[in-house]
């Protein structure tokens, strides 16, 4: 095996500068250098904010902080050759725009393709979509409900079509809940040098054992988080990718430089403190045993499945209502009434890949939770009643 970024990266993309401003080399002084408004912004309230002034483009003291929070985590790969650091960190607006950027970095417009593994997050095949890039599938195994990465599967597909560039793995998966073994994703790193394997980790502190620390011994290896779900900050949209210091090196030359707001990064260093990091350890502890009381109180219900379709090692499950293999009808009529009648939304996910007459159901607050319930069994069983 012999990884080349260089052959992976689209050419005009690789040789990228990362964009410099005179701050970089001067943040003191006088600043007349990037056009910003000297006064102050316009509301009273926030004259002393520095709110006129553009942010940090290079975020080195979060990147950092976080670096080294997965280092600490990292009980399981002993023997890599260095920790993380901050140069293997790229920041984006939520994960969203990671996704979006790697797939710019490495897929040549209406030429070449990624793969993903249904069922799974959308927005891989919206980001190639949007850059015109085609999307190959090889499901995940549904047949045991244990939604792994059909792993010789991916890598025969891979090897057959070098036009595949990236491999989206999503790891605890969405809708599935289920984290996608590392030995698996290893095997699928170690017999591919064409393209990238980018594991999508926006759920991994429910359940542990992130792969970021891999990307110093896999050079094609990105691994994608978010402090939208754990953290509990969706509203700040700050997404993590963590690459080799190369590939990270590629994706900040590429972003643009100050997508990273002010107030976004005081938030997320705040998040990083050890006392918050602790508390949002706490609620992923909380959020287990919610989540099970949700799976027994719900799995026990008449036209509801025994055991939850997929994993746990999320903050959601995933549930089967109907007979046989599942009913999407009851599943919808499920889903709407209890958004309009019981004011509690969830989601539909009867279309997706395995999940015939599925309901995909965020775990909430314990109050929220008791609500659920309570409407849950109430409509369903109106709805199977005649
Ligand atoms: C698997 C997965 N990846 C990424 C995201 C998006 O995360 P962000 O809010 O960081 O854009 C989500 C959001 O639901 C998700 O489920």
Request: one cysteine or more.
């Given at each position: 095996m012999t990884f080349d970024l260089a052959k992976i990266i689209r050419p005009k993309i690789y040789n990228l500068e990362?964009?410099?401003c005179a701050r970089d080399d001067f943040k003191d002084g006088i600043l007349l250098d990037a056009n910003e408004n000297p006064y102050g912004p316009t509301q009273p309230g926030l004259k002393e904010s520095g709110l006129n002034r553009y942010p940090d483009p290079h975020q080195i003291e979060f990147k950092?902080?976080?670096?080294?929070?997965r280092n600490g985590e990292n009980h399981d790969y002993k023997g890599l050759p260095h920790p993380l650091a901050a140069e293997n960190l790229c920041l984006g607006v939520g994960s969203d725009e990671s996704?979006?950027?790697?797939?710019?970095?490495?897929?040549?417009?209406?030429?070449?393709?990624?793969?993903?593994?249904?069922?799974?997050?959308?927005?891989?095949?919206?980001?190639?979509?949007?850059?015109?890039?085609?999307?190959?599938?090889?499901?995940?195994?549904?047949?045991?409900n244990s939604f792994q990465a059909n792993t010789d599967e991916v890598i025969r597909t891979v090897q057959r079509d070098p036009s595949i560039k990236l491999v989206f793995i999503t790891s605890p998966g969405n809708p599935t809940g289920a984290k996608v073994e590392t030995s698996r994703i290893e095997k699928?790193?170690?017999?591919?040098?064409?393209?990238?394997?980018?594991?999508?980790?926006?759920?991994?502190?429910?359940?542990?054992?992130?792969?970021?620390?891999?990307?110093?011994?896999?050079p094609n290896l990105c691994v994608l988080q978010t402090l939208s779900k754990s953290f509990g900050l969706a509203g700040i949209r700050l997404g993590i990718t963590f690459a080799s210091k190369e590939m990270a090196r590629v994706l900040n030359s590429m972003k643009a430089p100050y997508n990273i707001s002010s107030l976004t990064s005081e938030y997320a260093l705040n998040a990083i403190?050890?006392?918050?990091?602790?508390?949002?350890?706490?609620?992923?502890?909380?959020?287990?045993?919610?989540?099970n009381r949700l799976v027994k109180e719900l799995t026990s219900l008449p036209n509801v499945h025994k055991e939850p379709v997929g994993?746990?090692?999320?903050?959601?499950?995933?549930?089967?209502?109907?007979?046989g293999d599942g009913d999407n009808d009851l599943a919808k009529k499920l889903?709407?009434?209890?958004?309009?009648?019981?004011?509690?939304?969830?989601?539909?996910?009867?279309?997706?890949?395995?999940?015939?007459?599925?309901?995909?159901?965020?775990?909430?607050?314990?109050e929220e939770n008791d609500t659920l319930v309570k409407e849950f069994a109430k409509?369903?069983?109106?709805?199977?009643s005649n």
């Open positions: 990362p964009y410099r950092t902080a976080m670096a080294e929070f996704i979006d950027a790697i797939i710019r970095a490495c897929c040549v417009p209406a030429k070449e393709k990624i793969l993903v593994l249904p069922p799974t997050y959308s927005m891989y095949s919206v980001c190639a979509h949007v850059n015109d890039i085609e999307v190959v599938e090889c499901p995940l195994i549904t047949d045991d699928i790193l170690q017999n591919w040098d064409r393209g990238m394997v980018v594991v999508d980790e926006a759920y991994i502190d429910f359940c542990g054992g992130s792969t970021a620390p891999l990307v110093t011994k896999y403190r050890p006392d918050n990091l602790k508390i949002m350890k706490q609620r992923a502890n909380e959020n287990e045993m919610e989540q994993g746990l090692d999320t903050n959601f499950i995933l549930l089967k209502v109907g007979s889903y709407y009434k209890l958004a309009t009648e019981s004011g509690v939304v969830v989601r539909y996910r009867g279309s997706e890949l395995g999940c015939t007459g599925c309901l995909r159901i965020t775990v909430g607050t314990k409509l369903l069983s109106q709805l199977t």
